[in-house]
């Protein structure tokens, strides 16, 4: 499925100025410098504004005026497609552009999870400022721009820390808007914003960089293999959920923190989200969930170790663990991935442990690390 850049003239928020290669422009030119003024007159527009256009070369061509003209010239729309260089909005910098656009816009799984991306950590606001994106991670921040790069050309971002010391990219306000209108998007804001029907109209490959990029956004997956979502919008939530269903995931249905104002469910296929997470990856490597996907492969395979319910067998784990403190100190999450033990597991270890008098423990950052 694909979007051609005139399709684009739908919308009434696009107002799309563009650069065309010199050979189209001096093939124009050729025609209409004959008659500028019959010209002028059939698009309603100054003389002087062809002049600048296509005989001075000296500004950018609305999107409009140039496919009116090119049907008065019987010009393959194709053809001019194709020789478009640049596009960007209306009054803004040139900067503030996609050079070598990808047209027509092809709709892939990409392009949905940029929208996942707008609506769960991102925002395409309503007085026209401009599209961010927010990600505390690094990899993630490039995976974004890179798909941003993928679906649309070479695209001019500016990437920056806020007041929370937390990544902001801003990318041109044309890309907002095109997401708006290709995907029939209401509203991008944290309270209102539901799943566009075309989401769920679309291959379930496109449901699942939704879901995935979801959790990448706003889900978290924990040591112990949980995989929970949540947002402060029930709505929201709800799509959310449908999604998750419609490509084989099973889920604890939605919850409430009434306290918070939130709304979480839990994936509970973690085996079925696995498979389906690293099957989509291959194909679609920049939908990644980078750190959070290392962890629930790591608790898949603490599941996988055979545990026998002895005391001979539990008191030979409390010996190696006991033998590691020894060596140096250890969070619960560390001592998990290297001895593919549960950390709840561990967790009471070192309660024992500590009753005993034989581990202490402090804390750094959000964790406890333990030592002898």
């Not at 100054?46 to 600048?52: T, V």
Request: aromatic share 12%; net charge positive; glycine share 4%.
């Amino acid at each position: 499925m694909e979007v051609h850049v005139w399709e684009l003239l739908k919308s009434k928020n696009l107002h799309i100025v563009v650069d065309i290669t010199k050979s189209l422009k001096d093939n124009i030119k050729n025609i209409v410098s004959n008659d500028v003024k019959l010209y002028a007159s059939k698009l309603d527009i100054q003389p002087a504004r062809l002049y600048e256009y296509f005989i001075w070369q000296k500004s950018a061509i609305p999107l409009e005026m140039l496919f009116s003209l090119s049907d008065m010239l019987k010009l393959n729309k194709d053809f001019v497609e194709s020789n478009i260089i640049m596009y960007k909005h209306l009054g803004v910098p040139e900067k503030n552009s996609i050079k070598d656009p990808k047209l027509p816009i092809k709709i892939t799984p990409y392009f949905t999870s940029i929208i996942a991306n707008l609506f769960f950590d991102g925002s395409v606001p309503e007085d026209g400022k401009g599209t961010y994106y927010n990600q505390k991670n690094k990899d993630i921040m490039n995976d974004f721009i890179e798909k941003v790069k993928e679906v649309f050309g070479d695209t001019f971002y500016s990437l920056r820390l806020d007041h929370r010391h937390i990544l902001k990219c801003r990318i041109p306000r044309v890309i907002g808007e095109i997401c708006r209108h290709i995907y029939n998007v209401n509203s991008f804001g944290t309270f209102n914003a539901r799943i566009p029907d075309l989401v769920f109209n679309l291959s379930k490959e496109h449901k699942k960089a939704f879901v995935i990029t979801g959790i990448i956004d706003e889900g978290s997956i924990a040591y112990d293999g949980s995989i929970i979502f949540g947002v402060s919008n029930k709505g929201l939530i709800e799509d959310f959920n449908r999604l998750c269903v419609e490509i084989g995931l099973e889920t604890s249905g939605i919850k409430q923190r009434k306290k918070l104002n939130q709304y979480y469910l839990y994936i509970t296929s973690k085996n079925s989200f696995s498979r389906i997470y690293n099957k989509f990856h291959k194909r679609f490597n920049l939908i990644s969930l980078r750190y959070k996907a290392e962890r629930l492969e790591k608790h898949l395979e603490i599941k996988k170790q055979k545990c026998f319910h002895t005391r001979e067998f539990a008191d030979k784990r409390r010996g190696i663990i006991l033998k590691e403190l020894g060596i140096k100190e250890y969070s619960i999450n560390e001592l998990a991935a290297k001895h593919l033990i549960e950390p709840r597991t561990l967790r009471g270890y070192m309660y024992l442990f500590i009753k005993q008098g034989k581990v202490k423990r402090k804390k750094q950052s959000n964790e406890f690390i333990y030592y002898i």
